[in-house]
């Protein structure tokens, strides 16, 4: 029973869209209008409010880190295994892509993974995050370093601490995530997906014309 209360309270946890919270509360407009229509950091920027969008990204981080934390913290003292955890981490991430609260329009998942891999254990979700880092750095798409990352996520868990529950759902989480970035990938194959920085470059060069 403790198993699936936890369960249950971590999917609430990630229904929580920190998109549409911070765009309330910075008098914005509601994520899922404009843009994307994706309510994660990356669409809420496009609004002009890195606060927002930095909110966002923390809140979305955060719920995925808080809800693995307190499934460690207490498993023990509620009786439960690293079953209990597993499925915990990937209520989480769920809750994020197809929220309750939200009309189960959600976000991509990237931070609240990312959150998810910190509550696991710090040294996977630095691991994880260097590799985005590497990648959004050497070729620019926000897209391709979220993929690549995720893809990792799996093998550096299994390098770390080898085949278990948790595991399987560091990969559901991964695979979902590709899933939700299949406009995205569909978009990098025929050269249409867009550059980090590539509006700024845009700017500058139409501002050097005048």
């Known amino acids: 029973m403790n198993t699936v209360l936890m369960t249950l309270a971590a999917y609430l946890l990630g229904s929580v869209s920190f998109a549409v919270v911070s765009s309330k509360l910075f008098g914005l407009a509601d994520p899922r209008t404009y843009g994307s229509k ?16 930095a909110l966002t990204l923390l809140g979305d981080g955060a719920k ?14 509620l009786g439960v295994g690293d079953l209990a955890v597993a499925l915990v981490a990937l209520a989480v991430f769920l809750g994020h892509l ?3 609260y939200a009309r189960f329009v959600g976000g991509k998942g990237v931070a609240t993974e990312l ?6 254990n710090p040294w996977l979700g630095l691991a994880t995050l260097v590799t985005w880092l590497v990648i959004a750095y050497a070729f620019r798409y926000s897209s391709l370093a979220a993929l690549a990352a995720a893809l990792f996520a799996p093998f550096y868990y299994g390098l770390l601490f080898g085949v278990d ?15 939700r970035h299949s406009a995205n990938i569909s978009n990098l194959l025929a050269g249409k997906e867009s550059r980090i920085g590539a509006k700024k470059e845009a700017a500058k060069a139409a501002a050097k014309k005048k």
């Open 98 to 100: 197809w929220p309750l």
């Open 38 to 53: 994706n309510p994660g950091a990356t669409n809420v920027l496009r609004s002009g409010n890195k606060a927002a969008a």
């Open 165 to 179: 529950e948790k595991l399987f759902a560091v990969m559901a989480m991964s695979a979902l995530l590709a899933f």
């Open 115 to 120: 959150g998810v891999l910190i509550g696991l």
């Open 64 to 77: 995925g880190w808080l809800a693995v934390f307190l499934a460690i913290r207490y498993q023990d003292a």
